[in-house]
């Protein structure tokens, strides 16, 4: 049974950072593209990063470049989001989510088949 569970959330404040961790269980992380994904009250889900499966390959909003950056460790069947420089409007609920197609468009939520329950960050002082 396929599953993936956040952790690492929190209330920071800006200029801040949070290492949102994704640990996978039921299938191999290395096979499927994992992505992060945001979500805000009234809001439609918002793809963040994605990292592709059998290689290093990333891909970043751009909302968030050169701030987050997304990676996987095998061995542990997880995958990592470390988020720097924290801002108030990265507050939201972040989700990770597992895809076995590859996809150019790994920013759409309906491109994801298992999704893990979320877990909210805040950014604030």
């Known amino acids: 049974q396929a599953q993936l569970v956040e952790s690492g959330g929190g209330l920071v404040q800006p200029g801040g950072s949070l290492r949102l961790s994704c640990v996978v269980s039921?299938?191999?992380?290395?096979?499927?593209?994992i992505g992060w994904f945001r979500q805000t009250p009234g809001k439609e889900y918002e793809g963040v990063s994605v990292?592709?499966?059998?290689?290093?390959?990333?891909e970043y909003a751009d909302s968030v470049k050169g701030r987050f950056t997304i990676s996987r460790d095998n061995r542990k069947n997880t995958v990592y989001l470390q988020m720097n420089n924290l801002k108030p409007e990265d507050t939201a609920s972040y989700h990770c989510?597992?895809?076995?197609?590859?996809?150019?468009?790994?920013?759409?939520?309906?491109?994801?088949?298992?999704w893990g329950q979320g877990l909210q960050v805040t950014v604030s002082s």
């Open positions: 989510a597992a895809s076995p197609a590859p996809s150019s468009q790994w920013y759409l939520y309906e491109r994801y088949t298992y």
């Open positions: 039921g299938f191999n992380v290395n096979e499927y593209a």
């Open positions: 990292i592709r499966a059998f290689a290093q390959i990333t």
